[in-house]
């Protein structure tokens, strides 16, 4: 058991056989019980004393468990609260947690789940015990691995400082976060802050990019495998959700997951449990959830594409990150972190921005954000041959030419460009061959997309107004050679 022996959990429930039953299942874990049958007993116990966590229920005799927790917020007390809601009342448990709970147990309770999500809810926080009145959330001190991570992101706009705040606010609890924003504003350094600021840093961050998976490989990579669940299975595989035990999960463009499995990862997160293929019995999962997409979710809620109970399951917190050009005083920052990453890989001295370099980019729209603006310091580390770094002209004017490739959802990207861009010019005479003529309009369309986004397939996707899956595919039918690394970079971010 991971939980220090001593600590203290007041127990809230108004059935007296419940309130027994996690007593008794408590005090055999070590801990020490207090217990309350109602909202005004649970205010007494709580003047009285301190307690490392509360699990209330959610319908008390005199009011709503969420009472204790604005009460627990308002007095600014470290106590986790864990509630407990009627099973199926998915509302009630966003519900919760949005109020501030540390996480949820859904009735009737597995005891099994009850026991795990109180260790987790208890873990020894000696910074919490030792200073009783501090707000719920602790800021990272330098040198700590939290610290680090808000590090990696540089910029300190407006904008960016609340980000950060929002991430350490929110890193400590297991509420569910949706990460939006454009392509290339830097999500997946967001959800990296949200691990290494909660108390699953020390586990597993386990990164997947929704869209790159084959479709008929989901579930099995998603949930694991059996042995002999099929042929060529031949020794048990586990998947994401077990290979992130004890830490996040983090998915990547989970707008572009098929419904059929946007149902089965709903029941996963809901259940909070996962069946292997092949396998007869459920298997207990203890992962929080991170989730990210450059699109609107909520549009794709609407057109019938995402599945609205697991938006609302995912999105119980929000971190919106801004578009780099809604916060260009950032720039000087990152070309000089993005500078520093570049001469490192290359094992070179940090080259200097030239000043009218530094002014090409303060004009240039950098519409395809933070990861914009990397492949173009690429490009002029590559060409360099003086002490001061220049722009590429020609990379910059072709970037400059393109619409933003960010648009929230391709197929409303394409809609204000059909006109002058979706109709290529007849050409001069017939093709003879239809299907080789198109296949080398496409193949040229695609060259030049991906060289203008450094290969990056999820962003020439976007910027194509097609998915990652599509691109994956057309790229492999026409042979379009790649480089090995982009691949592995737009697979996992
Ligand atoms: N604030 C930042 N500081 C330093 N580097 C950044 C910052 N934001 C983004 N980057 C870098 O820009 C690149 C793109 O970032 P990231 O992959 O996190 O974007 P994303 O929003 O997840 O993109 P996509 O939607 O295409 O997956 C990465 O190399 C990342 O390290």
Redesign the pocket.
Known sequence: MTAAPAATILVVDDEPDLRTLYELTLLREGYQVETAGCLQDALQHLERRRFDAIITDMRLPDGMGLELLRQLREDMRTERCLVMTAYGSAENAVEALKAGAFDYLTKPVDLKQFRTVVASAVQADPAASRVPRMPAYRQPAPGDRGHAALQ????ESES?RMVKQRIVKVARGMAPVL?R???????????QAVHANSQRAEGPLVAI?CGAIPENLLEAEFFGVRKGSYTGASQDRPGYFQAARGGTLFL??IGDLPLAMQAKLLRAIQERSVRPLGATQEEPVDVRIVS???RDLAADVLAGRFRQDLFYRLNVIEIV?PPLRERRE?LP??CE??LA?IAADAAMPVPRLSAAAQAQLARHPLSG???E??NLLHRAVALNDSDELQLDHDALEAQAETVPMNAPEPAAAAAPMAEPQATPPPPEHLPRDLQAYMDQQEREILVRALHENGF?R??TA?RLGISLRQIRYRIARLDIPTPQESDA??DT?
Do not use: Q, W
Not at 152 to 155: P, S
Not at 181 to 191: D, H, I, P
């Open positions: 990696r992101m540089a910029g960016m990460v924003g454009e392509s290339g504003t830097g999500k997946e350094l967001v959800a990019n990547d463009e990210a997409t450059h990150v950032d920052a990152l972190v993005l990453r954000n933070v990861r603006l990397e990056n999820t962003a976007a970079h737009d971010g």
